[in-house]
Each structure stands twice: as structure tokens, then as C-alpha cells.
């Protein structure tokens, strides 16, 4: 990371938080594509409407640069840190994988009237090509990565009907960049044995199996840590939390806001949700600068929710800081707002700086592997489970079952957690509120007059 200035943040009573932690259900809006490339098998289901899908970004407190990170738990040796080669191209050299087949399942939000996440799908097609022609595979014994998808189109039938495949087809592990549907697939899998690693979800019903479930992100940062720390930072006295007005955003937010923001000595919080089928926010924003007050200004929603929320603070003349998840932006907010985003800070829960080893190379394996693919939000995320999996597995070296697979996940020791800094070690101790969080890490920076990150801070709720 180019810059790490100290956030430090108070780790929470364990108890105070139980209640709170059950009802983060943030996940990242999602979408997909179904064409198939090499390694990728597609389970077909049929589309419906849903209700938009929303999400949470990641936390807060310094860290080192990749691979050096002590924060977590532990130390990073040299062999751990693992990929870029020698030659100075990020790929590294070709390291094929040798073994036989490993076949495991992908889940996806797939495509429906609320949601489009191709780009999860097709960053992933693009990391199993890269892990079985530059990753050396999975294990000691090399073996090649294929990747079943089953997308969950929004529909909780499609996603039960998900659940069926992963425990009827022997499925030993789930592997999940983010989703807005996960019970219905995940009660089933878990009730199975077979463990479940992923990118970023608070899920209610994943949260009681950390023994089974890995998560890459910290998935309470966004909606908390990160606007509690930044407010004391910039000196704000009252923040309020703008947040799209969905039970899985609205309610974690009003739990958890005001006990992180009294943790941290933050000032005080006010939450105001918005309903994600308001046309405009200019009333709601309005209302809540003269009776609140606000000197920050935080927002939590997908990029259309955030765009009305920044143009209505923009229209008020509002002074204060303004912040958002990395949900909030995309190219669509950037076409949208234009200029009106420099100055915004944006967290992350995968970093997204040029000059991190980890994000080069993932841009260097998208422009090998597909161009199309736009290097911001959900399509790091898939590189994040996708490498963060490659590493815990380089050492493995026994009977790929789940159970087996499970313990050499939970007792391995810390690895570099790919593009923040950090590290990740899933023995539920990164996060104390979130036992299947692997890491506390995340990232945050500010926007420029076009709308992209300048310097990078990697930080840590811990």
C-alpha cells in the first residue's frame, strides 16, 4: 500500500455484539454471465424478479505492506508469501497443474430483473485459468482446479434448488465471491458438512458455523468501523449513516452504528435510511442537515442508491466529509456524477491500489485472460477467495474431503491476505464480533475528479 496512517480502533466485547452480528446480512450486489470457457462447467436455473440486493464494504487500524503484515495473527514467513515470479512479470512463470481433477462448486448471483453480476463469473473463469497455468493448481499434488457454477438468479427456489446439486453431487467445498441469496443453499451444505469459503457475507445463516465457513473480508467495516474511524479522524462530531432502507442493510446499521461509534469515541450517530425506490433523496437529505447537522455524511447502498444520495449532498452545499462502501461506485456513478466524486472516501474490503503486488497481478491476469473484465468491486472479490484459497491449499497435502479440507483451513497458520496488506487466518480470532471472518483487514482511499482511488490505506478492526 502507498500510505498507512494509525486508525486504531478498540476490539468489541465478544457478548455485546452476538445479537447485532446475527443480523448482518450485507452482501455485495451481484450478477453473471453463462458463457463457459475451459475448466467451467454451468448448473442452469431459471431467472425471476427479486428485490435489489445490497451491500457492506470492510473495517479499520494500520497495517504493513503485503506480505510483512503482523495485525492479524502472527507473522508472514518469506516461503507464505507467495506468487509473483522472479521474472518481474506479475503472472510469474508458467506452473501448470500436474494432478488429477479437483472439482468443486462456485455459487453466483447469476442474472435476474435485480441483479447482473457477470463479472463475478467471468473473474472467476479467468482465476481458474490462472491458477492451472501460472498457480501450480491446488496442493502438494498440483491437482487442477475445475469450478462448477450454479447461479441464484435472486430466487430463493433457484437457490434451494443450488443446494440439492452441492449436496446430491458430492460436492466436497463451496467456494462464493459474494451473494444476496445464501440460506437457502447454505442451511443444506452446512447441515451436510461441507465447508463453505468466501469473499464477503454476514449472512445470519452462516454466521453460527465458523468451524465450517471462511470468510476473506471483514464484513462489518463498511457499516461501521470504517465511518466510526474516519469520523474521529476528521474530527466530525456528528455523522449521520445514509443507508438504502433494506432489513439486510437498514437494521445491522441501526444495531451496530452507535455501540462502534461510542467504542471509538467517534461522536455521535444518527442513522437515516432511505427507501431504495425513492426517485430522489434531496428531501430526505435536506431534512436530515437541518435537524441532525451532520459534519460527515457515510452512505450505504448499490451505486444507483449512492449517486442520488452524493447529488443531493452536492445540490445542498453540504461541507462535510462524504463517505461510501465500494458498492457505491462504478462506471455508471463516475459517468453520472463526474467531478462530484473527488474528494469522497471509499472503503474496501479488497484493495484496489495500482502499486500493490496483489492487484497487479490480478489486472495482469484479467488482460491475459479476459480484457472485458472492468478491475473494480465484485471482480476482485472473486480474486481475493479465489488467490486467498490457492495459498492455504499450496501445503495441503491430504485426502480432499470436506472435513479434511475444513481442518487445514481452520488450523493454518496467517497468510498474506491478497490486495489489503494484511493477513488472514481462520481460527476466528481476526474479528472477535464475526467468528468467520479470516482477516480484520480492509482498505480505504479518496476519489479524484474522475472518480478512481488515489492513495490507498490499508487498515484493520482490530
Known amino acids: 500500500m502507498s500510505e498507512r496512517t494509525p486508525i486504531k480502533m478498540k476490539r ?106 457477470s463479472a463475478d463469473l467471468a473473474a472467476m473463469k479467468a482465476m481458474v485459468q490462472y491458477i492451472n497455468e501460472y498457480g501450480g493448481g491446488i496442493g502438494t499434488d498440483h491437482r487442477k482446479l475445475v469450478l462448477d457454477d450454479c447461479p441464484t438468479n435472486s430466487d430463493t427456489a433457484v437457490a434451494a434448488a443450488c443446494g440439492s446439486t452441492i449436496v446430491d453431487g458430492g460436492y466436497p467445498m463451496v467456494l462464493i465471491n459474494t451473494s444476496g441469496e445464501i440460506e437457502p443453499w447454505a442451511t443444506p451444505t452446512l447441515a ?31 457499516i461501521a468501523y ?69 459534519d460527515y455524511v457515510h452512505i450505504i447502498g448499490n451505486p444507483a442508491y449512492c449517486s442520488l444520495s452524493i447529488r443531493a449532498l452536492r445540490d445542498a452545499d453540504f461541507k462535510g466529509t462524504i463517505s461510501g462502501i465500494s458498492n457505491c461506485i462504478d462506471a455508471a456513478a463516475k459517468e453520472q ?29 484479467i488482460d491475459k485472460y479476459d480484457s472485458s473484465i472492468v478491475p473494480n468491486g465484485t471482480p476482485v472479490g472473486a480474486y481475493v477467495v479465489l488467490e486467498s484459497f490457492r495459498r492455504v491449499m499450496e501445503d495441503y497435502s491430504g485426502d480432499y474431503t470436506s472435513a479434511d479440507l475444513a481442518s ?35 482498505a480505504y482511499s479518496q476519489l479524484d475528479a474522475e472518480g478512481n482511488p488515489t492513495t490507498f490505506t490499508g487498515a484493520s478492526a482490530s
Open 12 to 117: 468489541l466485547p465478544v457478548m455485546r455484539c452476538v445479537a447485532v452480528v446475527t443480523a448482518l446480512a450485507l452482501t455485495a450486489a451481484a450478477c453473471g454471465s453463462d458463457d463457459d470457457e475451459a475448466d467451467v462447467a454451468s448448473t442452469p436455473a431459471e431467472t425471476s424478479s427479486a428485490a435489489p440486493e445490497t451491500a457492506a464494504s470492510a473495517p479499520v487500524a494500520t497495517e504493513a505492506g503485503p506480505g510483512t503484515s503482523t495485525a492479524d495473527s502472527g507473522t508472514v514467513s518469506e516461503s507464505e508469501s507467495t506468487t509473483a515470479g522472479e521474472s518481474g512479470d506479475p503472472l510469474g512463470e508458467p506452473n501448470p497443474a500436474t494432478g488429477e481433477e479437483l472439482k468443486l462448486m462456485y455459487m453466483w448471483s447469476g442474472v435476474s430483473p435485480a441483479v447482473d453480476n
Open 192 to 222: 451436510a458438512g461441507i465447508p463453505i469459503f468466501v469473499f464477503s457475507s454476514s449472512d445470519a445463516s452462516i454466521l453460527g458455523s465458523p468451524d465450517l465457513v471462511f470468510a476473506m473480508s471483514n464484513p462489518a467495516a463498511g
Open 226 to 294: 470504517f465511518p466510526a474511524a474516519l469520523a474521529k479522524e476528521v474530527g466530525a462530531g456528528k455523522t449521520t449513516i445514509d443507508v438504502i432502507d433494506v432489513p439486510a442493510a437498514s437494521g445491522p446499521v441501526q444495531a451496530l452504528a452507535p455501540m462502534i461509534f461510542e467504542q471509538a469515541g467517534a461522536g455521535e450517530v444518527n442513522t437515516l435510511p432511505i427507501s431504495p425506490t425513492a426517485p430522489d433523496h434531496s428531501s430526505d437529505i435536506q431534512a436530515e442537515l437541518q435537524s441532525f447537522g451532520p
Open 337 to 365: 456524477l463526474g467531478a462530484d466524486l473527488e474528494g469522497v472516501y471509499i472503503s474496501y474490503s479488497a484493495g484496489e491500489d495500482p502499486a500493490d503486488p496483489d492487484y497487479a497481478q490480478f489486472l495482469s491476469i
Open 408 to 442: 487445514h483451513i481452520r488450523n493454518h497458520g496467517p497468510l498474506p491476505h491478497p490486495t489489503t496488506g494484511g493477513t488472514f487466518q481462520c481460527n476466528s480470532q481476526a474479528l472477535a464480533i464475526v467468528p468467520i471472518a479470516c482477516t480484520s483487514a480492509f
